[in-house]
């Protein structure tokens, strides 16, 4: 037998127990607040016994096989157990006035010994719920501890007036018992009731997700974070916009890393989805090697020993470019290892993007390393493969040593 059933057998057997106290003293001395007492304590049997059928359906096979299970189920119980709770409540305080008469010393002893066993059952349930991760269970020993709120506030009441016969004890009791039932009714509730409608439960959840998420290398910026609670699980939707740099393989594992870190630190989460948007850029300056100072000119064959660089810088105007181009001539042309050279010019010039027909290992490991975009040259002049960069149309390059 596991812990949680240890628990829950235990549970069984304290809530017996606090019965058997309680129909005792009824029947030595026919309290009516007895009798209404032991009453409560067989509804709490029947609630418990419904709260474990409901976690039973959850943890079914048929149950996983739904996207997002019958967790749900769980909120529904807890929503009604502090439904019920309001009711009994109420009851409680209206009927209060009814037992006066019946009220004995006997009765308030018999009233209060059972207050031992009773708690005991709302421990074990507690931690039973806590083991389980099971809001429903966690809610019905909530509810057995009002039990004991209410049995203390009747058993004190009932000692008080037995010993002074100042109706005012009996009603402060009474009094004190009704608001405690209210507050945890109030408690359960609320979770139960903002996990049904979708509501989130505790924003700081939602900023923890996206500062877990904002931490990984590569993420630009969380644009949105969506949670729904079910029951003892979290599901998360998370939209992030990724480095531009990143192609969709190198984005996917860090999607894996996303949803690792977030189960790793908040408690509860079973599922995240991540949604990948790329950053939309909207200034873009390009390195071409050309053979000559003209927008007709053509791409020249090999980046590191292009005669002359065009520098061309694109500012996206909704649907329009403003475009403005420079040439340059290559002053490292003749020189050998030209990759720090290289690097030089394309931190001066602000270079985002660079279009060529093929590159060497050392100006490519420079262009790697400084995260630019490197494109395709298509056949045509420089002015042909800009207007393909416009339109998206130019293939990334791919180094062939």
Known sequence: MSSVQTLIVYAF????????????????????????????????????????????????????????????????????????????????????????????????????????????????????????????????????????????????????????????????????????????????????????????????????????????EGVKQVKEVRIRWAGPVIFVEIVVEMEPYLTIDESHPLTEVIEGKIKEKIEGVTSVVVHVEPVERKEFTLLVPVDSASEHSNISKVLGKSKIFAIVRLSRREKEFEEQTKFIENPFRKKEHIGPYFRDLIAKEGVTDVICANAGEGVYGVICSRRLFCWQAASGSLADNVKKFKAKELKKFVFNP
């Open 13 to 216: 057997l304290s809530v017996t127990l606090a019965l058997a106290i309680r129909l005792a003293g009824f029947w030595l001395t026919f309290n009516i607040a007895l009798a209404m007492e032991s009453v409560h304590i067989l509804i709490d049997v029947v609630i418990t016994l419904f709260v474990l059928v409901a976690i039973w359906i959850t943890k079914a096979s048929f149950a996983k096989r739904l996207s997002y299970g019958l967790f749900k189920l769980e909120d529904l119980v807890s929503f009604f157990i502090a439904l019920l709770i309001v009711y009994f409540a109420f009851d409680f305080l209206l009927s209060s006035s009814k037992v006066l008469a019946s009220m004995s010393f006997v009765a308030a002893i018999f009233e209060l010994v059972s207050l031992a066993p009773l708690f005991l059952a709302g421990y074990t349930k507690s931690l039973a719920g806590s083991l389980l991760r099971s809001p429903s269970l966690k809610a019905d020993g909530k509810h057995t501890y009002t039990d004991v709120y209410e049995g203390m506030g009747v058993g004190i009441g009932l000692l008080l007036f037995a010993l002074s016969r100042l109706v005012a004890f009996y009603y402060l009791a009474i009094l004190i018992a009704f608001f405690a039932l209210l507050y945890t009714a109030y408690s359960i509730g609320k979770d139960s009731l903002l996990s049904l409608l979708d509501l989130p439960k505790d924003k700081r959840v939602g900023k923890e997700i996206e500062g877990i998420a904002s931490s990984v």
